[in-house]
């Protein structure tokens, strides 16, 4: 019987030796490569993380102790030792989330998708141990890409000022986020793998020192005093040691035995600990050892034994935006692109090979990036930061008060906007059309398709003194929607084949084609309907209220959250016109919306054209309801006053 199928929780492990314990992990790998080849979802991480938690649940009891994940896309492992080994609908309606969930298991304590927020998670529940005096461990295991971001580093400036306040980090270095880490921490790290540690070295020291009589003990402690310059000669640890965390390793993260006995001494330590573990990313599975670009950092589908796609992809929104960038950058010199880490599923690998002087990588750090992208504008270049819409939430501050106030003209491109579906809550795009609303001088572009991206793109681009929006969908692209007219600066999709036309319905975006079909619905129950594209829907079009005003009701139709949303600033300047015509606004609900497939979550939310046609046919049918009741009303009356 393989060891794997024995495991229903961390405390099976207990009873394995070394040599079973190095079977488990071979069973592992190839478990996860036949699952996840059948289901995409994150392979490379977790095949470099095996052994790691393999010695973490053998050495820490969870759920007792507190093992925490950062961003969990490395959590398969863990699922699989703590009983969950049905993997047959990963990242799908009803089967595990590709991430940490406490719905699935008490082993999971947080489901943070977003990286570089382990270490704040870790801090707090360490305060709590404390101030409950209970003897649970606190583990946070990070990876250096996450280290990057600057709430990595907040963090630790507060865990390291409690020199007794158990805590251990275990930083998961592969050299890798997405892609290979960049910057100092980086460097440093790499310094690291190569060299011996102080310890040995300071330890025998110490201990030759002390037994020479009369200077050893002086001389010990002025060698003591200048560790500094010693650790930085011998192994430059002395950035988290200087901080006030004691440092082990580096450890190599494959020898379960040595990763055993190095958690083990910090668990017994009394005070913050970092336990520096090499990893591979994507090891024991040669096709994503050969991947270069992300060592199959997540995959769709695909044939396990070459690693090749199941089915070819047509061309998606991100690679639009790519080439798109390209041609940009042969034309205007100004254009600089920004990534946070990302370089690769923001679409900007071909930029940074045709203008490696041009691209910047800022490692996890949405708020700088931020910041950086309005010093670059401030300095005469035209900044693009290409970025998931679900992160953009983590630079508000700065888009507003740093780029917005200072006029800056900067781009931000927000990929996979809207419904993504099979990632679950933290990864859909769906607050950005939301939030930005407030910033003053913001425009935001949505396009619909793939031709629109190339347009409003190039427009974006073109403002110098205010930040600009482009957001686009996740996947495949879908064949042009042309307009038919144009009214001000909307396209105008569908004309209603008649004067007094019954519904304006605004398109956002993607959801164009589905309003198209909302429309020729609406058509066969004898509702007539314009259907319109704002292209920018911040500001909202100037001719947006006297069109409206030719209609009986508006409707809204948008991939973001209703509240605060499109069909918001479309009712507000609405108001703001004394245009009195009812809006039905339609969009994703304020909840966190489960993984699944993005039509099965559009189904679940009502987001599909059937649901909206047959709720604005009612609508429609209310509103003649009570036009024929008032005339009604109206004649009983008349007479009475005669």
Not at 168 to 197: C, F, K, M, Q, W
Not at 356 to 364: A, F, L, M, W
Not at 475 to 504: F, I, K, Q
Request: aromatic share 6%; proline share 5%; glycine share 10%.
């Amino acid at each position: 019987m393989p060891l794997l199928t024995r495991i229903r929780g961390p405390r099976d492990l207990d009873r394995l030796s070394l040599e079973q314990l190095d079977q488990l992990a071979e069973e592992i790998r190839t478990f996860l490569v036949d699952a996840v080849s059948k289901t995409g979802g994150h392979l490379g991480p977790n095949l470099g993380v095996v052994e790691l938690t393999i010695a973490l649940h053998r050495v820490f009891d969870s759920p007792k102790d507190k093992v925490l994940w950062d961003t969990g896309h490395q959590s398969y492992v863990h699922k699989l030792l703590t009983g969950r080994q049905d993997f047959a609908k990963l990242k799908q309606k009803g089967g595990l989330s590709g991430y940490p969930s406490q719905a699935e298991s008490e082993h999971d304590v947080i489901e943070n998708s977003h990286a570089s927020t382990v270490l704040g998670w870790a801090d707090g529940l360490a305060k709590a141990n404390q101030i409950l005096e209970r003897d649970d461990h606190v583990v946070a295991v990070i990876g250096d890409g996450a280290l990057t971001g600057g709430m990595a580093w907040e963090a630790l400036n507060n865990i390291a000022a409690a020199k007794d306040r158990p805590l251990v980090i275990v930083v998961n270095d592969n050299e890798r986020s997405y892609a290979p880490t960049i910057g100092g921490l980086a460097n440093h790290l790499a310094t690291l793998r190569t060299t011996d540690g102080y310890e040995r070295f300071l330890a025998r020291g110490k201990d030759l020192l002390e037994r020479t009589p009369v200077v050893g003990r002086p001389l010990y402690e002025t060698l003591h005093g200048a560790k500094k310059g010693l650790k930085d000669f011998i192994a430059p640890q002395g950035m988290f040691e200087d901080l006030g965390l004691k440092y082990v390793g580096p450890i190599d993260g494959h020898d379960i035995e040595a990763l055993e006995s190095a958690l083990a001494r910090a668990r017994r330590f009394g005070g913050p600990v970092i336990v520096h573990c090499l990893t591979e990313k994507g090891r024991g599975y040669q096709p994503a050892l050969q991947d270069e670009a992300d060592r199959f950092h997540g995959i769709g589908p695909i044939h396990p034994d070459t690693g090749l796609p199941i089915k070819a992809s047509g061309a998606d929104w991100t690679s639009v935006f790519g080439d798109e960038m390209v041609r940009l950058g042969r034309e205007r010199k100004d254009i600089v692109a920004i990534t946070a880490a990302m370089l690769q599923p923001v679409g900007l690998k071909k930029f940074a090979d045709a203008f490696p002087k041009r691209i910047y990588d800022v490692g996890i750090a949405e708020q700088h990036a931020a910041v950086s992208a309005a010093g670059l504008a401030t300095g005469g270049l035209h900044p693009v930061f290409a970025v998931y819409a679900t992160f953009l939430n983590r630079a508000f501050d700065q888009v507003l008060m740093d780029v917005a106030l200072h006029k800056c003209g900067v781009t931000f491109v927000l990929d996979r906007a809207g419904v993504t579906g099979t990632d679950g809550a933290s990864h859909n795009g769906m607050w950005d059309m939301s939030i930005l609303q407030v910033v003053p001088g913001l425009r935001l572009a949505a396009p619909r398709d793939a031709d629109q991206v190339r347009a409003q793109l190039r427009e974006a681009v073109e403002v110098k003194d205010a930040p600009t929006v482009v957001r686009f969908s996740k996947g495949a692209v879908g064949p042009a929607v042309a307009a038919v007219g144009r009214v001000g600066g909307m396209d105008v999709l569908r004309e209603p084949g008649t004067d007094t036309p019954d519904v304006l319905l605004v398109s956002v975006g993607a959801l164009a084609p589905m309003c198209l079909e909302i429309a020729s619905l609406l058509d066969k129950q004898g509702i007539s309907t314009t259907v319109v594209d704002p292209r920018w829907v911040k500001p909202v079009d100037e001719a947006m209220a006297p069109l409206a005003e030719r209609h009986r009701v508006v409707v809204t139709v948008e991939d973001n959250s209703r509240v605060g949303g499109v069909g918001s600033s479309v009712a507000q300047a609405l108001r703001d016109a004394g245009v009195d015509v009812p809006l039905r606004d339609f969009g994703i609900p304020p909840r966190f919306l489960d993984h699944a497939s993005r039509a099965e979550v559009m189904t679940e939310i009502g987001l599909t054209a059937p649901d909206i046609a047959r709720q604005v046919t009612g609508l429609v049918s209310r509103l003649d309801g009570r036009f024929d009741r008032e005339a009604a009303e109206v004649d009983s009356v008349e007479p009475a006053r005669d």
